[in-house]
Structures are given as structure tokens and as C-alpha cells.
């Protein structure tokens, strides 16, 4: 028989093509990416026994790096993808979501997961923080391409692509602080006079505006690196090297965990302020593509170790109550809250409900809980939540993935419709909201 090193290399190779080619081809089907790989990943653990167990509760160091890596990555491209310049009502979209349906969501998920499912307080929290956000990672198929190069670009995004990019890019960290919360409970207790204090001091106050000042001031140093440098040498931008965002990346990563701060929130703080410098400047361009293709081979691996995970038993423990919590969750709860959110804004009511759908979980999810419990004190309980939260992540990825073509192009369509009604043969976006 074939070694399993063999088989592994063989494997990576076919993946990392079929990777390249399926965007493309599944562009138009009611079929995603991640679907193809979660199922390719349940299909060989299951058939090929000699692979090794990819159990996220046996190997936690190697589940919270990968997934790490794979999410602030992601947060880099989404960041650099945006061409709407920050502002109150131009990201008024975002600061809805994040507002009004992260914290409904937070809410609805602990209300479930301590009525429905029995868990205490810390850790209905816990799966609650994990899964509140939208996930940057899987979301990408329904986010903002790239960067434009022309001016009159910057204007023109899509208000659903546009509200699933900047919600996500932000939402990662600022769901951090209730991950936190999550732990301190497990720790010291429930009583908010054990936790509160200390939590939002350094968890909420802290961690936050460390993230957001040095993600800022890493984005401006970068940006004048690139762009502004005396000597054309120093100057990025003239040389077109893309694997730079990856040093931007880790760069504002790492800085603002050494002080003590949230680095998602840096990493895509980073990459919204040097995509504001030189606006249409082709390097974006390169700096987005280049993030984009780790990004998709990073996913791939993760999703295929969360289809082996599946396969090798991670979902036993579930039952028709985690099975209807996770429903309620996608079907309800996140649509409900995103429709709160956005009512009485500018978005129509067809990109209202799209946004509000499409509240996709997944890698980022998957990091927060080994996260969590590798810090706190949850126990025996660590293969529930696992397959709580990795049933709501599975679940999404078939759901979403399935609609996400279909919907996508129909309200791709109407928009085009409604640019030539408004506009003629000159093809500009409408400005009115579908």
C-alpha cells in the first residue's frame, strides 16, 4: 500500500490546483468552495484510516495557531479589498451591524445555549462569543473583490458586498472581549463583582484602543513605506512585491499582542488605513492578491481537517437540540438581528435581507473556542462545545454555500437592471437601494 506521507503530498497537490480552478467553475452553481472541502475532508478521513486524527480537542496549540494565521490573514485582504473610505455614513451598514446585531446575536446564542442545551452561564458564552461574528474567512464569497484602480470606483461597491466585508473585518475582534468574558467566568465565577471590573478596564477599554491606535499608526508607517519612501529603492510600491502584506499582517499582529491589545482589530485597522493612502494605486492590487491566494490555501487545509474531524467523530455528541439550537441560530436568530439592525437605513429591502442572511460562521469561530479553552477553566467540557460550535459551523457552510450563487447573482442582476433604467448605456451603479 501507498505511505500515508505519500498520500498526504499527493492529496495537497490535488487540492491546492482544485483550489485555484473551483471559484470559477462553481461561480454561477448552487455549490461553494468550502462545501467541495469540508465534504473532500470527511470523504478521506473516512475512507483512508492511516491518516492521522485531525481532533481539534487532542492538538489545541496546532488548531488555535492555524486558525489564527488563517483569520488575520483574511483580515489583511478584506481591509485592503475596501474602497469605501472610512466615514459615519458611509460605513453606516457597518456600524449597525456591529452596534445592534453582534450583540442580539451574542444574546440569542447564551439565551439558547443555557435554555435548550443545558450549559452554564461561561460557557453558553463562550459558544456565543465564538459565533456571533461573521466569519471574514468563508465569508469571502460574499464580500468585495478587489481593490479598484480608479477613482470613480471607490464609490461604486455593492451595499451587501460592501456591509459583509467591513462587518466582518470588525466584528472578529470586537467579539473578543465577551471570549474574554467567557473565560474570567470559568475562573473566578459568575458573580459580575469578581469580573467586571478588571474585564472592562483591560478587556473592553484597553484592548480595544490598543488595537485600534496601533493598527492605525502601523498602517500609516507602512503606507508611507510603501508609497512615500525618499529613496526609490525603499519604496514598495514601485516594486511590486506582494508578499509585503503578509510582513503588514504579522507586523501589526504581533506589536499590538505584545501590548496587550486586540491585533485582529490592528491587522484590519492596518490594512483599511494603507488602502486609504494612494487610493488608486495599483499596488493594492498586488498586495490583495497575494493575501487572497494564502488565504484560499489556508482554508483549504482547515477545512479539510474540520471535514476529517467530522468524519472521525467530532459531531457524536450531537443531538436533535444542538441540532435545532443550530438552526434557530442560522435561520432566526442572525437574520432577525441583522433585519433589526439595518431597519430604517439606507439598504433596500432585498440587500437587508441578503446582509442579514448571510451571517456565515466558521474559521474564526473554530479559533475563539480553542482559544478559550486553552485558557480557561471549562473542563470535561471541551468535546461539547467543540461539537456545538463545529455543527453550526458545518451547517453554515452547506446553507450559505448553497445560496450564496443564486442569491448573489440574482440581486447581481437586478442591479444592473436598475443601472440601466437609471442611467442608460453608461453602466454606473444605481443609487438607489434593491
Given at each position: 500500500m501507498f505511505e500515508p506521507a505519500s498520500i498526504i503530498f499527493a492529496a495537497a497537490g490535488i487540492a491546492v490546483f482544485v483550489a485555484a480552478i473551483l471559484p470559477k467553475l462553481l461561480r454561477n452553481a448552487p455549490f461553494s468552495m468550502p462545501m467541495v472541502f469540508l465534504g473532500a475532508g470527511m470523504a478521506a478521513f473516512s475512507l483512508l484510516g492511516d491518516l492521522p486524527d485531525p481532533d481539534p480537542v487532542a492538538h489545541p496549540d496546532f488548531t488555535t495557531h492555524l486558525t489564527e494565521v488563517c483569520v488575520i490573514i483574511s483580515l489583511m485582504g478584506a481591509g485592503l479589498a475596501l474602497d469605501r473610505p472610512v466615514g459615519r455614513r458611509r460605513w453606516a451598514t457597518t456600524w449597525r451591524m456591529l452596534a445592534i446585531a453582534m450583540p442580539l446575536c451574542l444574546a440569542?446564542?447564551?439565551?439558547l445555549g443555557m435554555w435548550l442545551l443545558g450549559l452554564g452561564l461561561a460557557a453558553a458564552v463562550l459558544v456565543a462569543a465564538a459565533l456571533a461574528p461573521t466569519d471574514p474567512v468563508l465569508a469571502s464569497e460574499v464580500q468585495v473583490g478587489e481593490p479598484a484602480d480608479e477613482e470613480e470606483g471607490t464609490d461604486q461597491e455593492d451595499e451587501v458586498r460592501f456591509g459583509l466585508t467591513s462587518e466582518a473585518g470588525l466584528n472578529d475582534g470586537l467579539a473578543f472581549p465577551f471570549v474574554y468574558l467567557a473565560i474570567a467566568m470559568s475562573?473566578?465565577?459568575?458573580?459580575?463583582?469578581?469580573?467586571?471590573?478588571?474585564?472592562?478596564?483591560?478587556?473592553?477599554?484597553?484592548?480595544?484602543?490598543m488595537g485600534m491606535l496601533l493598527g492605525f499608526g502601523t498602517g500609516k508607517a507602512l503606507a508611507l513605506l510603501f508609497f512615500s519612501a525618499r529613496h526609490e529603492s525603499m519604496r514598495l510600491s514601485s516594486h511590486s512585491e506582494g508578499f509585503v502584506a503578509l510582513a503588514a499582517t504579522f507586523l501589526a499582529y504581533g506589536v499590538t499582542e505584545m501590548f496587550e491589545g486586540y491585533g485582529f482589530i490592528a491587522v484590519f485597522v492596518c490594512a483599511v488605513t494603507?488602502?486609504?493612502?494612494?487610493?488608486?494605486?495599483?499596488?493594492?492590487?498586488?498586495?490583495?492578491?497575494?493575501v487572497e491566494q494564502l488565504e484560499r490555501l489556508l482554508t483549504v487545509v482547515i477545512l479539510v481537517l474540520?471535514?476529517?474531524?467530522?468524519?472521525?467523530g467530532l459531531l457524536a455528541r450531537i443531538g436533535w437540540a444542538e441540532v435545532g439550537v443550530a438552526l434557530i441560530f442560522l435561520m432566526l436568530v442572525r437574520p432577525l438581528s441583522g433585519w433589526l439592525a439595518l431597519a430604517r437605513g439606507k439598504t433596500g429591502p432585498r440587500e437587508r435581507?441578503?446582509?442579514?442572511?448571510?451571517?456565515?460562521?466558521?474559521?474564526?469561530?473554530?479559533?475563539?473556542?480553542?482559544?478559550?479553552?486553552?485558557?480557561?477553566?471549562?473542563?470535561?467540557?471541551?468535546e461539547r462545545l467543540w461539537a456545538i460550535v463545529g455543527l453550526v459551523v458545518a451547517m453554515s457552510v452547506v446553507l450559505h454555500g448553497a445560496t450564496t450563487a443564486p442569491v448573489m447573482n440574482r440581486l447581481d442582476r437586478l442591479r444592473e437592471r436598475r443601472a440601466a433604467e437609471e442611467f442608460g448605456d453608461e453602466g454606473k451603479a444605481p443609487k438607489t437601494p434593491i
Amino acid at each position: 500500500m501507498f505511505e500515508p506521507a505519500s498520500i498526504i503530498f499527493a492529496a495537497a497537490g490535488i487540492a491546492v490546483f482544485v483550489a485555484a480552478i473551483l471559484p470559477k467553475l462553481l461561480r454561477n452553481a448552487p455549490f461553494s468552495m468550502p462545501m467541495v472541502f469540508l465534504g473532500a475532508g470527511m470523504a478521506a478521513f473516512s475512507l483512508l484510516g492511516d491518516l492521522p486524527d485531525p481532533d481539534p480537542v487532542a492538538h489545541p496549540d496546532f488548531t488555535t495557531h492555524l486558525t489564527e494565521v488563517c483569520v488575520i490573514i483574511s483580515l489583511m485582504g478584506a481591509g485592503l479589498a475596501l474602497d469605501r473610505p472610512v466615514g459615519r455614513r458611509r460605513w453606516a451598514t457597518t456600524w449597525r451591524m456591529l452596534a445592534i446585531a453582534m450583540p442580539l446575536c451574542l444574546a440569542g446564542m447564551a439565551l439558547l445555549g443555557m435554555w435548550l442545551l443545558g450549559l452554564g452561564l461561561a460557557a453558553a458564552v463562550l459558544v456565543a462569543a465564538a459565533l456571533a461574528p461573521t466569519d471574514p474567512v468563508l465569508a469571502s464569497e460574499v464580500q468585495v473583490g478587489e481593490p479598484a484602480d480608479e477613482e470613480e470606483g471607490t464609490d461604486q461597491e455593492d451595499e451587501v458586498r460592501f456591509g459583509l466585508t467591513s462587518e466582518a473585518g470588525l466584528n472578529d475582534g470586537l467579539a473578543f472581549p465577551f471570549v474574554y468574558l467567557a473565560i474570567a467566568m470559568s475562573v473566578v465565577g459568575t458573580s459580575p463583582s469578581a469580573w467586571f471590573p478588571e474585564w472592562f478596564a483591560v478587556d473592553v477599554l484597553w484592548r480595544i484602543g490598543m488595537g485600534m491606535l496601533l493598527g492605525f499608526g502601523t498602517g500609516k508607517a507602512l503606507a508611507l513605506l510603501f508609497f512615500s519612501a525618499r529613496h526609490e529603492s525603499m519604496r514598495l510600491s514601485s516594486h511590486s512585491e506582494g508578499f509585503v502584506a503578509l510582513a503588514a499582517t504579522f507586523l501589526a499582529y504581533g506589536v499590538t499582542e505584545m501590548f496587550e491589545g486586540y491585533g485582529f482589530i490592528a491587522v484590519f485597522v492596518c490594512a483599511v488605513t494603507i488602502r486609504a493612502a494612494e487610493h488608486t494605486h495599483g499596488y493594492h492590487k498586488v498586495l490583495h492578491s497575494y493575501v487572497e491566494q494564502l488565504e484560499r490555501l489556508l482554508t483549504v487545509v482547515i477545512l479539510v481537517l474540520l471535514g476529517g474531524a467530522i468524519a472521525r467523530g467530532l459531531l457524536a455528541r450531537i443531538g436533535w437540540a444542538e441540532v435545532g439550537v443550530a438552526l434557530i441560530f442560522l435561520m432566526l436568530v442572525r437574520p432577525l438581528s441583522g433585519w433589526l439592525a439595518l431597519a430604517r437605513g439606507k439598504t433596500g429591502p432585498r440587500e437587508r435581507i441578503a446582509i442579514s442572511f448571510f451571517g456565515i460562521r466558521g474559521i474564526g469561530s473554530l479559533y475563539y473556542l480553542s482559544y478559550a479553552l486553552g485558557q480557561g477553566g471549562f473542563g470535561d467540557q471541551a468535546e461539547r462545545l467543540w461539537a456545538i460550535v463545529g455543527l453550526v459551523v458545518a451547517m453554515s457552510v452547506v446553507l450559505h454555500g448553497a445560496t450564496t450563487a443564486p442569491v448573489m447573482n440574482r440581486l447581481d442582476r437586478l442591479r444592473e437592471r436598475r443601472a440601466a433604467e437609471e442611467f442608460g448605456d453608461e453602466g454606473k451603479a444605481p443609487k438607489t437601494p434593491i
